[in-house]
């Protein structure tokens, strides 16, 4: 099996940092691409950042300038460092990746549990 572990959620007044942390573990051959998403109460999940598994990084546009997604493929980690953080950001962030599994060589897409981030003075 293979779990996805975020990190480092909370609560920021606007204008602050915060960095999200996901851990992959388990039975993993290989990982993908790495996301993280956002959702916020009665709104659709939205797309924030992708990072490929050779560092090809594609950002929401409300976010670029602001958020910066990389990754240690030596820990199977995807961080999302988040400054001049906005009350418009506060919402469930999730962590998803592409794995390919040892047990059966299937590559399937798996999600975090979420890590709530909220902005407000």
């Known amino acids: 099996q293979v779990q996805l572990v975020e990190s480092g959620g909370g609560l920021v007044q606007p204008g602050g940092s915060l960095r999200l942390s996901c851990a992959a573990s388990?039975?993993?051959?290989?990982?993908?691409?790495m996301r993280w998403y956002r959702q916020a109460p009665g709104t659709k999940r939205e797309l924030v950042a992708d990072?490929?598994?050779?560092?090809?990084?594609v950002y929401v546009a409300s976010v670029k300038g602001r958020f910066t997604i990389s990754r240690d493929n030596a820990k199977n980690t995807v961080y999302l460092q988040m400054n001049s953080l906005k009350p418009e950001d506060t919402s469930v962030y999730y962590c998803?990746?592409?794995?390919?599994?040892?047990?059966?060589?299937?590559?399937?897409?798996?999600w975090g549990q979420g890590t709530q981030v909220t902005v407000s003075s």
């Open positions: 998803n990746a592409d794995i390919r599994t040892v047990v059966d060589g299937a590559l399937t897409n798996y």
């Open positions: 388990g039975s993993i051959f290989s990982v993908y691409g």
């Open positions: 990072i490929s598994s050779g560092g090809y990084t």
